[in-house]
């Protein structure tokens, strides 16, 4: 059975910070791993990684896949208020059906 | 394009009544999946279909749940009875295969309660 676990499950920083979000799985056949940001709503796509070592780029937001160490991490630096949202980590096997984690909650104070 | 719609976006009902979520997935999108969120469980897999057709459904909850897809553009989710442990956020996700097809793309799903 496919799993994904996130740590930490909740961090609260001040803006300005860095942050790093973690992402360790296990899969059959791995596909590729997919970030999502969920704030009050539904989740929306930030990166999906297939290749490791080759960092996905999206303003403060930058993730690398580690395949070898089956890991992933999230960073955003210089965070902001509107960062504040459960950030979702996902897994695809030869299913291609995503396995998601359970999220990290992040809270950006001003 | 619009996005995955669904409706309603929010739905109150007593223990016991029949409950049907909607949902309309991205035009062109070959698959679409049906999820349950809940802060003790996280959002779980309940069934998805590949070109109308369900493919697993192993994540539906118990016989009370049912899904149907007449078509590329409608599903929907029932719950018959309904139960207060049913209370939850529903997602519609659809996604398309050959552009990637894990990259789903989530509804903005319908809350759920159950008194």
Known sequence: ????????????????????????????????????????????????LTSSGIEKKSGRLSSILDKKELFSIL????????????????VAGGSYIPTFGRGTSLIVHP | DAGVIQ????????????????????????????????????????????????IDDSGMPEDRFSAKMPNASFSTLKIQPSEPRDSAVYFCASSFRQGGGETQYFGPGTRLLVL
């Not at chain 1, 499950?9 to 910070?17: A, I, K, P, Q």
């Not at chain 1, 960073?75 to 996902?90: E, F, K, M, P, R």
């Not at chain 2, 999946?33 to 057709?53: A, D, H, K, S």
């Open chain 2, 7 to 54: 409706s309603p976006r929010h739905e109150v009902t007593e223990m016991g009544q029949e409950v049907t979520l909607r949902c309309k997935p991205i035009s062109g999108h070959d698959y679409l999946f049906w999820y349950r969120q809940t802060m003790m469980r996280g959002l779980e897999l309940l069934i998805y279909f590949n070109n109308n057709v369900p």
């Open chain 1, 1 to 48: 059975e496919d799993k994904v676990v996130q740590s930490p499950l909740s961090l609260v920083v001040h803006e300005g910070d860095t942050v790093t979000l973690n992402c360790s799985y296990e899969v059959t056949n791995f596909r590729s791993l997919l970030w999502y940001k969920q704030e009050k709503k539904a989740p929306t796509f930030l990166f999906m």
């Open chain 1, 75 to 90: 960073n955003i630096t210089a965070t902001q208020t509107g960062d504040s949202a459960v950030y979702l980590c996902a």
